[in-house]
């Protein structure tokens, strides 16, 4: 083990700096990006579960008649659930157009919104509301900002006095109606009819693993028009971050790869030209398996030496690559996942080794005696000036003469 190392090193010592500086940075790159994508897949499940708990467990939301949606609050499958709280649906201009918008009182218990930035709006205000903060951040809304509501033919002006996090549904770009929050008394002033207000229940179940089994049995019930559970929103939240991770992770396997024809490549050329030194290598006792391993250890250094570099890089970058919760969510924070750096060391070095070890065996495995035979010599030397001697067999140049003596004629001199 100490004479593959030794071969290595000193291979690392002779390698050219270009060769060595190219093979780390491709290294680098694409374990960056591996990491990168592992951590934005990884780091979006522990937010969302987070401001889920926060949130009070919203397990389940049901949509219906008011009457059914009480009728529905003693299921011995709900541990507890809000009361059957209307809402009013609107048009809310945002940007350059308009988008669908939930308003309602915000529940104080089960999925109760998570306030972000600013207060809740004043008791009896009808002018006033909290506004979704995904849809906030997209359109570049702050605390103090109008915003215009149209329903059922009504034009109203409300100003933001907040932004929450809610959820009822997965965020705004990727699903709507964003969700807005008023007081009740504001509520009573966009829809004074009842009849234009729908109604919904958030409850936490006994069982939230049975989400799914106790949303199909609600959705048959009479009066229930629909039943979003918890997994499915929570699916529908995290669908940009696993498919950005992916394309992230599945960027640095392509680079890696493409990298290896290059690094196979050069590491052939490279070894064409080393013949002569391994073949003395082996005559003075380097067996094939040890010239072999310290001709790819040379290579798996510098692999590996990147792949820690870009380790650092992709788990500094993670937190600023949130496609689809950045702007619900706050950023997470820096981990240095030691899960990830195993994975990103084996993948660059399974790459590396395997574009390095079929050239460096084809070397290895040349007959000393021919390599040593077959290598060109060196520079060739000079033809001899005259008054000089030019090597065995020559004669001796005279400045007045340049004629051939035989043998014999020097001899009986």
């Known amino acids: 083990m100490s004479a593959t190392l030794r071969l290595a090193l000193s291979g690392l010592r002779g390698r050219g700096r270009i060769a060595a500086v190219a093979t780390a940075l491709v290294a680098a790159l694409a374990a960056a990006a591996v990491v990168a994508g592992l951590s934005v897949q990884r780091q979006g499940g522990p937010l969302v579960d987070e401001v889920y708990r926060e949130a009070g467990h919203p397990d389940l939301v049901v949509y219906g008649e008011p009457g059914a949606l009480e009728a529905l609050r003693g299921d011995a499958a709900f541990a507890a659930t809000t009361p059957a709280t209307p809402f009013v649906m609107a048009e809310v201009a945002l940007g350059a157009g308009s988008v669908e918008a939930r308003v309602g009182p915000a529940p104080s218990t089960v999925g109760r919104p998570l306030l972000r930035a600013g207060r809740w709006p004043a008791a009896g205000s009808t002018t006033e509301v909290v506004f ?18 149209t329903t059922a033919g009504r034009v109203v002006t409300l100003t933001v006095v907040g932004t929450a996090v809610d959820l009822t549904d997965c965020f705004y770009p990727d699903c709507d109606p964003i969700r807005l929050f008023v007081d009740p008394a504001g509520l009573a002033a966009l829809a004074p009819d009842p009849a234009e207000r729908g109604t919904l229940l958030i409850a936490r179940l006994a069982d939230p693993d049975s989400a799914d089994a106790v949303a199909a049995r609600m959705g048959t019930r009479e009066g229930v028009d629909g039943v979003q559970p918890w997994p499915d929103t929570r699916d529908d939240i995290l669908t940009a971050e696993r498919i950005f991770g992916a394309a992230l992770a599945g960027f640095g396997l392509f680079v890696l790869l493409a990298a290896a024809f290059v690094v196979a490549g050069t590491a052939a050329a490279r070894l064409l030209s080393r013949r002569r030194e391994i ?107 005259p008054g000089s001697w030019s090597g065995s067999g020559s004669v001796r140049r005279t400045a007045t003469g340049s004629g051939r003596c035989s043998p014999g004629r020097a001899g009986r001199r």
């Open 279 to 385: 073949a003395l290598l082996q005559s003075v006792g380097y067996t094939n398996r040890q010239v072999i391993g310290g001709l790819v250890a040379e290579t798996l250094l510098l692999g590996t030496a990147g792949a820690v570099v870009g380790w650092l890089a992709g788990s500094l970058l993670a937190p600023f690559l949130q496609v689809g919760i950045g702007g619900a969510l706050d950023r997470p924070g820096l981990s240095l996942s030691p899960v990830s750096l195993v994975i990103a060391v084996g993948f660059v070095g399974l790459i590396l080794i395997a574009a390095t070890v079929l050239p460096a065996r084809r070397a290895a495995r040349q007959p000393v005696s021919d390599v040593l035979r077959d290598t060109p010599r060196g520079r060739r030397r000079r033809p001899a000036s």
């Open 132 to 149: 979704d903060r995904a849809a906030a951040v997209e359109a570049g809304l702050r605390v103090g900002d109008l915003v215009r509501l």
